[in-house]
């Protein structure tokens, strides 16, 4: 667990401040800010290719920001602060293709030090008990999906990134996903998800980032938002698409 | 509370999973052993005709040391596959993760990239000795037909196709972790070892510096270590480079980390690389563990060699591709470096390959100086030389025991059975095993 130390109360657990990502010349993210409080379901909400995935990896680690700093209760957030405060959930991948479901559920929670006292309930929260014994190659991109979420719900770092965690999942999974996410919130967990579907946002999230262009539009609730997008002109409390739209 | 190495065994274990799981390592286990299979099936016929089977006259001398007429050709057909079919199980073991996407989820653990690889290394090599059944059972059919075997020399074959495997692993990983995709990580492997092939070349030819560091490469250390020579400086090397070559993967294959700093700290490994093998390279213990002696003079010879503390300077007029340079190399020169650490060989030739410098009257000639004192010779036979070199120091071997005389382990036997175990036995057991192990697992 990450040393909470004698911070400010009132500082973000995590405040990502000034990321640029440049690829070849393109800004990917253009000076990205914004701020993850302990404990709440914050969702990052862009169309395609707003830049969700790169930031996204630039805060797991995986791709080297240009520019920019993330601060762990306001201090420089380390390699070391990066493996036992964050998971990072990949979107689109297919890990050990050719192990069967649960060893590849196990192995995560054994080689990361997970709870192996919640597997069961994962696994029946996930409905994935149908599909242990098959290769994670051979899963349908949703049952992948869900596979790939329990692994994530499993380990223990107190903040877990999903990047498009609701992607290829039908409605009734997507509902069932909110709810364990919204219980691993619950139990004190602090999740950071990555969705381009605004209803499935609007479902699970308490806060949001949005980010078009690689430029962040808005952070805050709803009624935030809601408030933002009015001082822009729009006219109603309309609803979150309708405020993404106004926004970005 | 968890300990600080309790990643390691569930890495061990999914490495080991990953392993079986491929099928390159268990296309690489079928194909091994019809590769072992005709070159001992080629080299015991070859050894029972020099012995007299099918009513052929035998052979003298080293022709009946199983380390030259059975060993070296049978295990060289691991050589073979560790040049050629090796590397894709290492690229498929190391390059998977990438592919899959599994490697952004495993390089969220603090272990370091380097200790994750060497966990890969160590079950690639647990996988390289499960393929050396291959020619142990060759070992075995051997010792059926009623073949000596002399432990020492075989140990020293393994190991040295044990320590190649090892370079090609350290290669295949650096190039899996260094490139995008597998394909091109194959090819860079593969360029690595037509690259040390004309580095050999290079050195025939121009010998001299290129020589020296010829010598180091996969292909002179196996050729030395199938013929029961160990020396001290190739081992270091070739376990510095492997050391080296990992830990470079490990810098290549971290996430987040600009090229810039990669090639940054690549260059630094490499500087270390080259200044511990430099060191390394300065060693001169090495060990003869051949039955017949086969890098060594016989031990009256290298008594009395080892009496002469002046030091021997040689001025060979041949050029690098005249046979007699290679066979002087081979049966004299390497022999007499192991007794003589103060000798100093030159080598004296305008041309690459002799033949246009035969009318030079010095071609041919070998100047030797010792104390002071010179003398010239043309002949390139050990025994010539010594001659020359006992006349200059003025000493005098004693007479080689009658026990201590090789006389070889003649066998004129057919290789009966080993078709069998080859051709169809070690298939279809391998297939039945990967069968077995994709239901179970």
Known sequence: MPQSGRSDPLEPLIRVEGITKRFRGVAALNGVGFSVRAGEVLGLIGPNGSGKTTLFECLAGVLPADAGRVLHQGRPFSAADRSTLLFYLPDAIAPWPAQRTRWAIEFVVDFFGGSRSALADVIHRLGLDPFLDVPIGQLSKGQRKRALLAMGLLTTQPVLLADEPFDGLDLRQSRELAVALRDAAARGRTLFLSIHQIADAARVCDRFVLLSGGTVCGEGTRGELSSLAAAKGLKTAADLEEVFLALT | MRSRSAWLLPLA?????????????????????????????????????????????????????????????????????????????????????????????????????????????????????????????????????????????????????????????????????????????????????????????????????????????????????????????????????????????????????????????????????AAVVWACSMTAVSRDFSENRANSFSKPDEEALRRIATPLRMVVHLAPEDPRRSDLDRRVIGKLRRVLPALDVRYESSTTIGLFEQTDPHYGEIWYELGGRTITSRSATPEGVLERIYELAAVTPEAELEEDIFRGHPLAVEPRGAAAVFYGIWPAAVAGTALIWRRKS
Not at chain 2, 166 to 174: K, M, N, S
Not at chain 2, 188 to 205: C, E, H, K, P, Y
């Open chain 2, 13 to 273: 274990g999914k490495e080991w999973r990953e392993l079986l799981a491929s099928r390159a390592w268990w296309i690489f286990l079928i194909a091994i052993g019809p590769l072992v299979g005709f070159a001992f099936i080629s080299a015991v016929r070859t050894y029972g005709e020099a012995s007299g089977l099918h009513g052929t006259s035998p052979g003298v001398g080293e022709a009946f040391s199983p380390l030259i007429g059975i060993w070296a050709p049978t295990f060289s057909a691991c050589e073979l596959a560790a040049a050629f079919l090796w590397p894709f199980v290492v690229i498929r073991l190391v390059g998977g993760d990438r592919q899959s996407g599994s490697l952004k989820l495993e390089l969220q653990h603090p272990v370091s990239t380097v200790a994750r690889l060497w966990v890969k290394v160590f079950v690639l090599i647990a996988g390289w000795v499960i393929a050396s059944a291959a020619p142990v059972a060759a070992v075995l059919l051997w010792k059926s037909y009623g073949g000596p075997i002399y432990l020492p020399e075989l140990a020293t074959v393994s190991f040295g196709h044990l320590l190649n495997a090892g370079l090609t692993i350290a290669v295949a990983t650096l190039a899996a972790c260094v490139t995008e995709h597998p394909s091109t990580a194959a090819i860079v492997t593969l360029g690595v070892t037509v690259g040390t092939w004309i580095l050999n070349f290079v050195a025939a030819v121009h010998g001299g510096f290129w020589e020296r560091v010829a010598g180091f490469t996969p292909t002179a250390m196996v050729a030395e270590l199938q013929h029961g020579l160990v020396r001290l400086d190739v081992v270091l090397v070739a376990a510095v480079l492997i050391a080296a070559l990992v830990w470079a993967a490990g810098i290549w294959i971290r996430l987040g980390v600009p090229v810039r700093h990669r090639v940054r700290e690549s260059a630094v490994v490499g500087v270390a690389a």
